[in-house]
Every structure is written in structure tokens, then in C-alpha cells.
């Protein structure tokens, strides 16, 4: 299983909203990522996960907030988004943070902010 | 630090048609090379990757890609398109100094017209 799922597909929200996106692999991978992709553009980092401990926040604001439960899911809290935050949102998995790893991504979350 | 450059943001290619999509990428130390597509309303699915050994490497679809380090390159390229090869094409580098952090070209959109 080469899978990384991502939920929901899609979602719009309020300024003034509270949601989460989920993403979860089980691969047994150890290394986990957050991007966000603007239309036309290619993907930017936000957050990296190293067995379950952030390595690396891409010095994203604070209304973005990771979290990795366990080594298999992944989390990003949204509040208090702006418009300009609506693009589609990557997760990503390798076996592990080194560099040459394969990273694998999930189909994304299309976001909306209203 | 390290960048990558997609010297084509789009290239129109007619069905049974070859079709190359180049990249250069700059970095102080020995990199690791990717390309990914992207089909539309998806996210990014491997296409073949370059660690070290072989310039020469092969990926999946019949797509490969020719490691050049004098020319710090790494072009994409395919013999014969099918139709279902229309889709948003990303060279990626990571270093080792970046552990395993990708820098994204700006992609090259492919579109194979019968």
C-alpha cells in the first residue's frame, strides 16, 4: 500500500471558522509533510514531521497549526484563515527525513476561505 | 541554497509526438534530482529520480531523464506522448545539506493534442 489519504477533498470555510484537515499513511513511513500549492504554481513546504516531532516550520503563520498524533496521521488546525490562504493542500510521507528519500503525496485538500 | 529553473512553462505536443521538458538546477553540494506530474485535480506522483550511479535513468510511463553535472541538468524526456500524458510536469532538487526538503521548479504544462 503506496497510499497517502487525505480528507476531506474538499472544504470552504469562514474567516471566522474552525476546521481541520486529516491526512494518514500506512506505509510505516517516519517523515511527513505539509504543502500548500496555489493555482498554476508548484508546491511550498510548510511543515516537515520527523517521527512525530516538528523538524522544520517553514515560518508559517500561526493560524496554521500542525499536529502529528501518532506516526501514521497527520493534522493541520485552520483558524482564523484569510482569502488569500485558499489553495490546495498537499500531504506528503517518505520512509524517512534524509535527503534522496521518495516522497509520496496524497491527492490534497481543495480549500476555500470566504 | 539550492534552485531549480523549467526553462518552458508550457509546450504543446501533438499525439505520437517526442517531447523533452528541461530543467537546470543550481546548489553547492551533490544534489538529488526528481520529476513529478501532476494530473489535473490530483497530487504529485513520482516520475523518476536521480540519487547517483547511471545518468542515464528511467521511470515509469516511458518517460526518462539524462543527469548532466557540467551542465547542472536534468531533462525530462519522452519518445512518443499519448494523449493522457497532459498534465503539470515539476523538476525538484534536494541536497543533502537540506535534508530532505525539495525545491520545486515552476512546472512545465504539458499539452498533447491529437
Known amino acids: 500500500d503506496t497510499e497517502v489519504t487525505q480528507t476531506p477533498k474538499h472544504l470552504v470555510m469562514g474567516m471566522t471558522n474552525k476546521k481541520s484537515l486529516k491526512c494518514e499513511q500506512h506505509?510505516?513511513?517516519?517523515?511527513m509533510y505539509w504543502y500548500k500549492q496555489k493555482a498554476k504554481k508548484p508546491p511550498e513546504l510548510m511543515f516537515v514531521y520527523s517521527y512525530e516531532k516538528l523538524s522544520i516550520n517553514e515560518s508559517v503563520p500561526s493560524r496554521f497549526s500542525p499536529e502529528c498524533p501518532n506516526s501514521s496521521l497527520l493534522n493541520l488546525h485552520l483558524h482564523a484563515l484569510q482569502p488569500e490562504d485558499s489553495a490546495l493542500y498537499l500531504c506528503?510521507?517518505?520512509?524517512?527525513?534524509?535527503?534522496?528519500?521518495?516522497?509520496?503525496f496524497g491527492p490534497g485538500t481543495r480549500l476555500t476561505v470566504t | 541554497a539550492q534552485s531549480v529553473t523549467q526553462l518552458d512553462s508550457q509546450v504543446p505536443v501533438f499525439e505520437e509526438a517526442p517531447v523533452e521538458l528541461r530543467c537546470n538546477y543550481s546548489?553547492?553540494?551533490?544534489?538529488?534530482l526528481f520529476w513529478y506530474v501532476q494530473y489535473p485535480n490530483q497530487g504529485l506522483q513520482l516520475l523518476l529520480k536521480y540519487l547517483s550511479g547511471s545518468t542515464l535513468v528511467k521511470g515509469i510511463n516511458g518517460f526518462e531523464a539524462e543527469f548532466n553535472k557540467s551542465q547542472t541538468s536534468f531533462h525530462l524526456r519522452k519518445p512518443s506522448v499519448h494523449i493522457s500524458d497532459t498534465a503539470e510536469y515539476f523538476c525538484a532538487v534536494s541536497d543533502r545539506a537540506a535534508g530532505n526538503k525539495l525545491t520545486f521548479g515552476g512546472g512545465t504544462r504539458v499539452l498533447v493534442k491529437p
Open positions: 506528503a510521507s517518505s520512509q524517512d527525513i534524509g535527503s534522496g528519500y521518495e516522497q509520496y
Open positions: 506505509m510505516g513511513h517516519r517523515a
Open positions: 546548489s553547492s553540494v551533490s544534489v538529488y
